[in-house]
């Protein structure tokens, strides 16, 4: 095994800064240093297991499962972020706007490219939640203050500069790290003016030790495997209750006064929710165990940020930036799957023929290319596929695809806030829809409706939509969904889908309880 870059060719990707991506606040250059291994003795959840164990911080894991139905190239996991940080905490009275905060760090970073390293390299890994809104939208600021039942930050971003990132085309891990050099705008692309041989030496050794570490944890545990399986303790939440915030009278009520300002003209369309508790012993990564087997889905996550943990698989992308094309994937539309091939695709005909569902779905599809179309070239902004099926493990929905090239004086951030929240979790005309969510729920969302993604120091992004997503915190697990209400929504039947979104993470929580109840029974 041997690292790349060689320590003979260092001082010579020093020399190729890519200065059309500095900034003034760049004091940093970053050189990706990797190594690959096999993977065929190791999962993504056996490598995160062995990779946190005895250790302590935030860490994540990120795997995926594209359209649903096949297995994606690449999951990604870390843990002992360089630095976390935690925005809008209770604790610290702040008020700050999250996407500042990772762009002004990331502005201090610039990342010489690697031939072979993996498009991710390091960066911010993390979340925002759906109140966030108010920092790019001020008009959906509440004129009073939302309850915070939940009481977590508004984001929270480990910046990550080691990953352990899985191929599994070709059944290898990448462990990819960063050599580090000071930046001097003056000496323009030559950032090796600024170290001396030994210094390089010196750096290259730690960048490649750091390696070699994670090598070790991954293959050389120093457990046996079931006993870095995270302790369980003893099960009594089983058949605990799953208590609404609104319940059933109150959601209704939503929903009325949703289709009178849907009547007055306010909103075409609006995305109320709520939230149900439960009461669990349950470890939540046994919980994400469960959850990926039984709902694989594009964005599935966990992520333990020490005070409480996220637990997700979202079927949609919120936005992804990469090499400066910026993609979104409007979700609309949903069956059950059938039983068999013939009963399935005609359900998916039945969905595709839906006049209700069609007219919801191009709003939505009207709404993101709106958004695109703010942030990139109008020449370039496209509907890549328009209304297709996509189908997963318990449903089908219909997606479509839009992209567009950014426009020379914009980022990814600016993409992220201009798309930031999704109109499939909140309404059209979007801020007097959130507007109106506000009021109505009274409450923040916390991790609901807001995004679970990573923000690369390439300038590259991917984040999805915080849906079907649990967290675990203080002993208990919180779920969220909602329902698009329009014009004709049956008050009782929206309810039904709400309740019907939520089962599906609370039966994986009762059926991991179950499991580990059995095991603790035989034990």
């Known amino acids: 095994m041997s690292h790349t870059p060689a320590l003979a060719a260092m001082r010579t990707h020093l020399t190729r800064v890519p200065t059309d991506q500095t900034t003034p606040r760049t004091s940093t250059v970053k050189v990706p240093v990797y190594l690959h291994i096999s993977a ?36 990604i996991l870390g843990a002992r972020p360089a630095k976390t940080l935690r925005v809008g905490d209770l604790n610290d009275g702040q008020s700050t706007d999250p996407l500042r905060v990772v762009e002004q760090e990331l502005d201090t970073v610039v990342v010489v490219p690697v031939s072979g390293a993996h498009t991710v390299t390091g960066g911010a890994v993390g979340y925002i939640g759906y109140d966030c809104v108010r920092f790019f939208e001020p008009k959906t600021a509440p004129k009073t203050p939302l309850l915070d039942p939940l009481g977590i930050p508004d984001a929270i971003f480990m910046f990550c500069d080691t990953l352990v990132v899985f191929d599994h085309l070709y059944q290898r891990i990448q462990i990819v790290t960063h050599f580090n050099c000071p930046y001097t705008p003056a000496n323009g692309t030559d950032a090796s003016l600024n170290m001396s041989d030994v210094e390089i030496e010196a750096e290259y050794a730690r960048a490649t030790a750091e390696i070699d570490a ?9 457990h046996p495997e079931a006993s870095f399986l995270p302790f369980q303790k003893p099960i009594t939440s089983l058949g605990s209750e799953s208590v609404s915030n609104t319940g059933q009278a109150k959601y209704e009520g939503f929903v009325t006064k949703l289709k009178e300002y849907i009547l007055s003209g306010d909103i075409i369309q609006a995305v109320p929710s709520q939230r149900v508790t439960k009461r669990t012993d349950l470890h939540p990564f046994n919980a994400y165990r469960k959850l990926r087997s039984i709902n694989p889905s594009p964005y599935m996550f966990y992520m333990d940020l020490e005070q409480f943990q996220l637990v997700g698989a979202s079927p949609e992308m919120l936005v992804k930036v990469q090499d400066r094309v910026v993609y979104t994937h409007p979700i609309a539309g ?3 799957r059938g039983a068999t091939q013939e009963l399935d695709d005609a359900l998916a005909q039945d969905l595709l023929s839906d006049l209700k569902e069609r007219s919801e779905h191009v709003m939505l599809v009207d709404l993101g290319r709106n958004d695109v179309n703010r942030v990139c070239d109008p020449s ?20 479509s695809h839009v992209s567009g090239v950014l426009r020379k004086d914009k980022t990814m951030f600016d993409a992220f806030r201009s798309i930031f929240p999704a109109g499939t979790v909140s309404g059209a005309p979007k801020i007097r829809a959130m507007q109106i969510i506000g009021e109505l729920e009274g409450e923040k969302r916390g991790t609901y409706a807001g995004s679970v993604g990573y923000w690369s120091y390439s300038q590259n992004m991917d984040t999805s939509i915080a849906i079907r997503t649990m967290i675990f915190k203080d002993g208990h697990v919180h779920c969220q969904a909602g329902a698009g209400i329009v014009y004709d929504s049956v008050p009782l039947t929206e309810w039904e889908e709400t309740v019907s979104k939520l089962m599906g993470n609370v039966k994986a929580v009762e059926d991991a309880e179950r499991e580990q109840l059995a095991l603790q029974q035989k034990a």
């Open 40 to 75: 065929d003795l190791l999962t993504p959840v056996s490598a995160y297991l062995q990779l946190v164990r005895g250790q302590t911080g935030p860490s994540f894991l990120f795997e995926s499962v594209a359209g649903g139905e096949k297995i994606g190239r690449f999951s």
């Open 214 to 222: 994670v090598v070790k944890l991954l293959t050389h545990p120093q």
């Open 334 to 336: 949903t069956r059950k």
């Open 380 to 399: 370039t902004v496209n509907v890549d596929s328009l209304m297709h099926i996509e189908r997963y493990s318990h449903v089908m929905h219909i997606v």
